[in-house]
């Protein structure tokens, strides 16, 4: 029964998780001529240990190597990590007096206003993407606004630039910075402000001092939350973003689905699961850290 | 008693403006009579009319449903028994690797996982079509789940488990009585998680489904590359409002269980 219990949800994902992923590193370092669809899988098992010989002879690093010559590919790279560094910190200047208002509402206010933030996470993401086309558009509605009011005398082009894609990942990732924020905010104890007012801080310093050093830990999750999965992020740059902009998982898709070259497509996805590595371990760091000063 | 200062209250309104306007904004112009979705031309509510008549979209709509509520019934199941191995199981072989395989998907891009199941299907020869889909929506989903649910058995205390099986419960007696519906609450979240996570895929859905079996953001995805079009506005106003409704019916309901809760709590301390 145990056993039972245990095997179930093992297998499946090391069927459907893990397996998946080993396929992925093989292809990547196989022979580009030789995977182009369909490959065939060159380990057989019933050779046993010489077909594995085989195998192991057959791997090379070709794929990796082309990734390096191909300045796409690494260009690529460091414009996700680039893109996702900068919007993280516009997510975060943009969340954190969201977060700190939610906290300091008064009670009764407190659970609509949760509601309100947790809401969009229900909705559909590319739907909330796909709200800013019309709205930034050449002749959208903030061209349309900015027009009527005088501030500008052409349409600004935003549609299909990487403004545009700084726009979306904003939007849609705001949720998951407010969320860590405003937990840490919440069970901030607010004697302490008045203390530190009474000591003589003025309001700004004991904000800077007291109130944000509080909130450190709600502040590196959030980061965490919103920088890791925008660096693989493929469906804001490929509707709001234009032909300038670089984003790996962008890449990625198009390695994949339109120059159909697969070895190429899984060595891009390996050495992005290696980026995302760094900031994932620390990211559960934090986590740990923050749980054991909860105890 | 706190109240809102002027600092407090913009900041508020400049948010939830910025986080709602352009739902809104979509919502107005899925009424719009004209074709040119930017000029507006007066109420109409012809685009719905043409959305009914779209036999494409209606497929894909019925496909999605079909691969959500399969997907996420079995992600819960098999969530809900990770989540137990988790929290009850103690030691057993391979525990790290378990943990790490539940934890990694949540962390993983959408274009590697979808990559790397497309690559298993065509390497075992399987079809694409809507049993793959459903077998890559379940392998993410399981693991939401079992966040979820992991969470709320942490909480619960064990002795009422251990109760049950000294008054002569089996195991599975004592999970079907006592712990199932303690966690039920955190199982049907998780199930709602799965759902809403399987409707909304694109990326995933996109490397895993073949000609036979199209979802719904897949055909979304598809029409808006090319621009705004109001049929897809349309569509995603009747989307954006089953989820409000849905949310707001499910908000109401937790805050009944709560308010019957907190009664017989009351009347458990009056006995």
Wanted: hydrophobic share 55%.
């Amino acid at each position: 029964m145990r056993r039972l219990l245990i095997a179930i949800p093992y297998l499946w994902l090391l069927a459907l998780f893990l397996v998946p992923f080993l396929i992925v590193l093989k292809i990547s370092l196989s022979d580009t001529a030789l995977a182009i669809p369909p490959y065939t899988p060159t380990i057989d098992l019933s050779e046993g240990w010489a077909s594995f010989r085989a195998f192991l002879t057959g791997l090379d690093f070709e794929n990796f190597v082309w990734l390096t010559e191909d300045d796409l590919y690494w260009k690529a790279y460091l414009s996700s990590l680039w893109i996702a560094a900068s919007s993280t910190a516009i997510t975060l200047v943009v969340g954190y007096p969201i977060a700190y208002a939610m906290a300091r509402s008064p009670d009764e206010w407190r659970a609509t206003l949760l509601m309100l933030v947790i809401l969009p996470f229900w909705t559909s993401f590319l739907i909330r993407v796909y709200a800013w086309m019309g709205i930034l558009a050449q002749e959208g509605l903030l061209n349309q606004l900015l027009l009527w009011t005088g501030i500008i005398s052409e349409p600004l082009t935003i549609l299909n630039t990487n403004t545009a894609v700084y726009i979306g990942i904003v939007y849609t990732y705001l949720p998951f910075m407010i969320l860590p924020i405003y937990a840490a905010l919440e069970r901030m104890d607010d004697s302490l402000i008045e203390a530190a007012t009474d000591l003589g801080c003025s309001r700004m310093s004991a904000f800077w001092l007291v109130t944000i050093p509080l909130s450190k830990n709600g502040i590196i999750a959030g980061c965490f939350l919103v920088f890791i999965p925008v660096i693989g992020e493929f469906v804001i740059p490929s509707l709001l973003g234009g032909s300038g902009t670089l984003m790996i998982g962008k890449v990625l898709w198009e390695e994949f689905f339109n120059n159909r070259d697969w070895p190429v497509a899984s060595a891009v996805a390996v050495i992005l699961l290696l980026i995302l590595i760094v900031p994932i371990i620390l990211f559960q760091r934090n986590e740990q850290r923050a749980r054991e000063m909860d105890e | 008693m706190k109240r809102f200062t002027w600092f407090n209250a913009t900041s508020l309104t400049l948010g939830f403006a910025f986080l709602y306007l352009p739902m809104v904004i979509l919502v107005i112009y899925s009424f719009n009579a004209s074709k040119l979705v930017t000029v507006w031309a007066g109420f109409s509510t012809r685009w719905y009319g043409e959305l009914m008549q779209n036999e494409a979209f209606l497929d894909a709509a019925w496909v999605t449903i079909k691969v959500a509520v399969m997907s996420s019934t079995i992600a819960t199941v098999l969530g809900t028994m990770a989540a137990y191995l988790l929290v009850r199981a103690g030691r057993f072989t391979g525990r790290t690797l378990f943990t790490g395989m539940i934890y990694a998907p949540l962390v993983m891009p959408e274009v590697i996982t979808g990559l790397s199941l497309l690559l298993l299907f065509i390497g075992i020869g399987l079809d694409r079509g809507v049993l793959t889909i459903v077998l890559a929506h379940t392998t993410f989903s399981m693991c939401y789940v079992s966040v979820v649910v992991s969470s709320r058995l942490t909480s619960f205390d064990r002795s009422l488990e251990e109760a049950a099986l000294d008054l002569g419960c089996t195991p599975f007696q004592a999970f079907r009585l006592v712990t199932l519906p303690i966690i039920a609450p955190a199982v049907i979240s998780g199930w709602l998680l799965a759902f809403t996570l399987s409707l909304d895929d694109l990326v995933i859905a996109s490397f895993t489904s073949g000609p036979a079996a199209t979802t719904l953001p897949i055909k979304i995805f598809s029409a808006v590359r090319l621009g705004v079009s109001p049929e897809i506005n349309a569509l995603s106003t009747l989307m954006i409002a089953v989820v409000t409704v849905g949310v707001i019916i499910a908000s109401l309901v937790s805050k009944r269980a709560a308010v019957a809760r907190a009664r017989d709590d009351a009347a458990a301390a009056r006995a």
